[in-house]
């Protein structure tokens, strides 16, 4: 099992930045790829932002050259760099893990959320 705790959400002005943090605690070492994904109200659930083990990252095309995904292995937790916010931003922001075990002749892979931080744009 892994447990993840988001932290950082804020209400921030139009063009301002903001840093979310996802601390990652279990089975850390199943995890392959943590990413971020937010929500808005009446919206469904989009993917923002996604991070390999290895430091491979994929952007969701609204964000791309505003927000930067990073992790620090040692602390197994991911960030969540965002600049230049816009009120399109404005959503509850979950952090997610991937985990994979080994199966009889394969893999499985299980998903893990956070409880969501509340990411606010407004002037």
């Known amino acids: 099992q892994v447990q993840l705790v988001e932290s950082g959400g804020d209400l921030v002005q139009p063009g301002g930045s903001l840093r979310l943090s996802c601390a990652a605690s279990?089975?850390?070492?199943?995890?392959?790829?943590m990413g971020w994904y937010r929500q808005a109200p009446g919206e469904q659930r989009e993917l923002v932002a996604t991070i390999t083990r290895g430091g491979s990252t994929n952007y969701a095309d609204s964000v791309k050259g505003r927000f930067t995904i990073s992790r620090d292995i040692a602390k197994n937790t991911v960030y969540l760099e965002m600049n230049i916010l816009k009120p399109e931003d404005t959503a509850v922001y979950y952090c997610?893990?991937?985990?994979?075990?080994?199966?009889?002749?394969?893999?499985?892979?299980?998903?893990?959320w956070g409880q969501g931080t509340q990411v606010t744009v407004s002037s």
């Open positions: 997610n893990a991937q985990g994979q075990e080994k199966i009889l002749w394969g893999t499985r892979s299980r998903d893990y």
């Open positions: 279990g089975s850390t070492l199943s995890i392959v790829v």
